[in-house]
T-cell receptor
Framework: DAGVIQSPRHEVTEMGQEVTLRCKPI?????LFWYRQTMMRGLELLIY????????DSGMPEDRFSAKMPNASFSTLKIQPSEPRDSAVYFCASSLGGPTGEQFFGPGTRLTVL | DAKTTQPPSMDCAEGRAANLPCNHSTISGNEYVYWYRQIHSQGPQYIIHGLKNNETNEMASLIITEDRKSSTLILPHATLRDTAVYYCIVRVANRDDKIIFGKGTRLHILP
């Protein structure tokens, strides 16, 4: 199994541009999570899906952020328009649920907004 | 979910046991103790979890006090590759739910 796949691994863009981050969860997992990590705020949950349905988006910072999961094997996190304060590492994780509820994290996307 | 308290950083000599403490005095009866770690520039990685009995797997051991208000993660023979931030989390198991990460403990393994 390839694990959780995220793309791109690095993204540099200019303020005001649209940014789309992509995630492919582990096959068979029914929950998907988007996190953001910065030095100041640590690791924060932005949104999570269960069976492709958004369950909790209370961590999404503002309307500039949106996330979709059109099917069980793909999710996107979009920022439009991007701002320098959005610079962070964005992680996607997936989970099968079950007794451990273990989440498997992807390698992350390092976003820099100039 | 209950909150946890961990020391911000710890050192441990290579080859020795690393003992990472965690306080979770407000833990509920149905909440498990989970440990994750994050090696530099990587995503967090699950280590172990437990409810009230001590647990051991290929990575670590988890010792939970009888009153469940604190626990200790033990890495029996620490190596340089164990240098990471270790997060102690309490949450209800078997639930597709969010993990609230605190600041964790930054463990330095010294050669």
């Amino acid at each position: 199994d390839a694990g959780v796949i995220q793309s791109p691994r690095h993204e540099v863009t200019e303020m005001g541009q649209e940014v789309t981050l992509r995630c492919k969860p582990i096959s068979g997992h029914n929950s998907l999570f988007w996190y953001r990590q910065t030095m100041m705020r640590g690791l924060e949950l932005l949104i999570y899906f269960n069976n492709n349905v958004p369950i909790d988006d209370s961590g999404m910072p503002e309307d500039r952020f949106s996330a979709k999961m059109p099917n069980a094997s793909f999710s996107t996190l979009k920022i439009q328009p991007s701002e320098p304060r959005d610079s962070a590492v964005y992680f996607c994780a997936s989970s099968l649920g079950g007794p451990t509820g273990e989440q498997f994290f992807g390698p992350g996307t390092r976003l820099t907004v100039l | 979910d209950a909150k946890t308290t961990q020391p911000p950083s710890m050192d441990c000599a290579e080859g020795r046991a690393a003992n990472l403490p965690c306080n979770h005095s407000t833990i509920s009866g149905n909440e498990y103790v989970y440990w994750y770690r994050q090696i530099h520039s990587q995503g967090p990685q699950y280590i172990i979890h437990g409810l009230k009995n001590n647990e051991t797997n290929e990575m670590a051991s988890l010792i939970i006090t009888e009153d469940r208000k604190s626990s200790t993660l033990i890495l029996p023979h620490a190596t340089l590759r164990d240098t990471a931030v270790y997060y102690c989390i309490v949450r209800v198991a078997n639930r597709d739910d969010k993990i609230i990460f605190g600041k964790g403990t930054r463990l330095h393994i010294l050669p």
